[in-house]
């Protein structure tokens, strides 16, 4: 009997990437959850998983910001699973940089969240993906592709990481795939969005609703498990809205 996939999420524990988890988990892949400061999310995520199929979830924490994370957290990994199949780069952040108010403090969180972590996942993750077959899926945004209003920094980290999944499909052909995700609405921000800013962008939808976070979640499991010939490509899972933007 072959030895289910295993795959690490980062930013596991809460919103979307629980529910990739739960999604990948219910395909047959053994989880490595990541998190950083969501341990009680996280361990009651993991306890859900492991009861429905024990051994098949464990946790690893780290904060992505720390540029020794991304080394330890894939050796942590390949010590408890003894294999890596795919990667899931979700943890991200995500707030606005006002020109003219910016820092260099937040320039740096941006990219360290948004592009910098994710590289260097992927660069160790690399020789093991490569003895796999695996696949890594991003998780980048529509806005990568068009600016949005208030968020110079964020929109621009995620457009590296768009960049990033396009050259990593080059760099680890043919062992590896390399593709993204780009959701539109799908939960707003944990500080809430007004009303009327929340209506303007479904009226901009044209499927004329927020989506869900099964919508993403079942993109990344089709280019994890399935997509096999698909790579260096970002799917957008927006319910149209980039056409609008």
Not at 37 to 60: I, K, M, T, W
Not at 135 to 161: C, F, Q, S, W
Request: proline share 7%; net charge negative.
């Amino acid at each position: 009997m072959s030895q289910p996939p295993v795959v690490l999420v980062t930013g596991g524990a809460r919103r979307v990437g629980a529910v990739i988890c739960r999604r990948l988990h219910a395909a047959g892949c053994c989880i490595a959850l990541h998190y950083r400061s969501s341990a009680a999310e996280a361990e009651a995520l993991a306890q859900e998983l492991n009861a429905l199929r024990p051994h098949s979830v464990a946790l690893f924490s780290g904060a992505l910001d720390n540029p020794a994370t991304p080394d330890h957290l894939i050796g942590d990994v390949l010590a408890v699973f003894g294999r890596l199949d795919g990667l899931v780069n979700n943890a991200s952040a995500f707030y606005p940089t006002p020109i003219g108010q910016t820092t260099q403090a937040q320039w740096d969180d941006l990219f360290a969240a948004n592009a910098r972590a994710p590289f260097f996942l992927s660069q160790a993750a690399a020789p093991a993906l490569r003895e796999a077959k695996g696949a890594i899926v991003n998780i980048v945004d529509i806005y990568a592709e068009r600016p949005l209003a208030g968020h110079t920094v964020y929109v621009m980290a995620k457009a590296a990481l768009a960049m990033l999944t396009q050259s990593l499909a080059k760099e680890l052909a043919p062992e590896v795939r390399v593709n993204a995700v780009a959701p539109g609405a799908i939960l707003w921000p944990e500080s809430g969005k007004p009303e009327e800013a929340a209506e303007a962008l479904i009226a901009k939808t044209p499927l004329a609703r927020k989506g869900e976070p099964d919508d993403v979640a079942e993109a990344v499991r089709w280019l994890m498990l399935d997509a096999h010939y698909t790579t260096g490509q970002v799917i957008r899972v927006d319910g149209g809205r980039a056409l609008n933007i």
